[in-house]
């Protein structure tokens, strides 16, 4: 949506915009999808990668990711309205991922990287997994630390991560890779932190389907100071290899999530232009939860090349 970026740009006018092209071919040549000043989202017309240029400058953009991040009240074009309020319905989405991660999980010793307040590691944790988290925002470690006694979350990023190398059974990346200007790169770093026989777990967003396709610029996913690419079941393979990857299993039945109804009812205004006071009596149930899913994520399950 055009404009959707002006309510925040003031708190990230100290990062400098630029100008790249296709991340995974190099190519200048692409179709616009979305016109948001100083930003644009792009579709490259050679390998499909969708990708953010103009965007903040990609050294800086772990600045983005302060606790502000998680309580903030522009939402639609930066992170959450409140984390730590709806950590509860994160914890219930990520019990329902956790039968199909165990049925490939070789092993107990878990790291989530971008683990926010800690809800998948309270999830897995309650199976019998051992859990272990990287969060850049240092309120949600505390969260997590506080909240849930999850003592072995650390503030930042794989590439300082207090972890021995090849240690972990399962690395996970939920909404993440849609963020980091070096996709291949962290994951990567990531491969050398799993064991031999560990997987790879990672969700992120799918450029084809539906519902991009239906509401264009609308789209949710589109918040271009955080999401710089968006990757379909092709881009992401690629990623993946390159990276030393291959897939064992790519849904989006597994991809959904619990929102809050008041949340869902405020997205469905927006994005579908429903009017308000047709949706007018649902708000009492604000509040609530339910499960929503509009299958435009990809929930891949990988393990590195060579692996069984």
């Known amino acids: 949506m055009a404009g959707r970026s002006t309510a925040i740009l003031g708190r990230f006018a100290h990062i400098p915009v630029e100008e790249v092209p296709c991340y ?27 990708y953010t240029s103009p965007r903040c400058r ?6 983005v990711y302060g606790d502000g991040y998680f309580e903030n009240t522009d939402s639609e074009a930066l992170g959450y ?18 039968p199909v991660i165990s049925r490939h999980a070789a092993g107990p010793r878990l790291l989530d990287v971008g683990c926010a307040a800690g809800a998948f ?12 988290g990287l969060e850049l925002a240092p309120a949600m470690v505390r969260h997590a630390r506080e909240r849930f006694g999850l003592q072995e979350v650390h503030q930042g990023t794989l590439a300082n991560a207090p ?13 993440v890779l849609e963020h980091v200007p070096d996709p291949v790169g962290v994951l990567q770093q990531a491969r050398e932190f799993l064991r031999p026989g560990g997987i790879l777990v990672l969700q992120t967003q799918d450029l084809t389907s539906w519902l991009p396709r239906v509401v264009g610029p609308r ?43 008041g949340d869902l009812l405020d997205r469905v205004h927006r994005v579908l232009h429903v009017p308000r006071w047709v949706l007018a009596p649902f708000r009492p149930f604000a509040r609530r939860y339910i499960w929503v899913n509009p299958r435009d994520e990809m929930f891949i399950i990988a393990a590195p090349v ?3």
């Open 121 to 132: 590691l309270v999830a897995m944790r309650e199976k019998g997994y051992e859990p272990h």
């Open 81 to 98: 309205s409140s984390y730590t309020r709806d950590v509860d319905a994160y914890v219930r989405t990520f019990r329902r991922k956790v």
């Open 163 to 175: 972890f021995p190398k090849q240690w972990f059974d399962v690395i996970t990346m939920f909404d």
């Open 24 to 50: 995974l071919c190099g190519s200048n040549d692409a179709d616009i999808l979305v016109v948001d000043p100083p930003f644009k989202v792009r579709r490259c017309k050679h390998c499909t990668l969708g």
């Open 58 to 63: 990609g050294a800086e953009l772990e600045q």
């Open 306 to 308: 060579g692996a069984g």
């Open 219 to 261: 789209w949710h996913h589109f918040k271009q100071v955080e999401h710089i690419f968006h990757f379909n079941p092709r881009t992401i393979a690629e990623v993946l290899l390159r990276a030393g990857f291959r897939i064992r299993r790519r849904s989006r039945e597994t991809a959904g999530k619990y929102f809050a109804i």
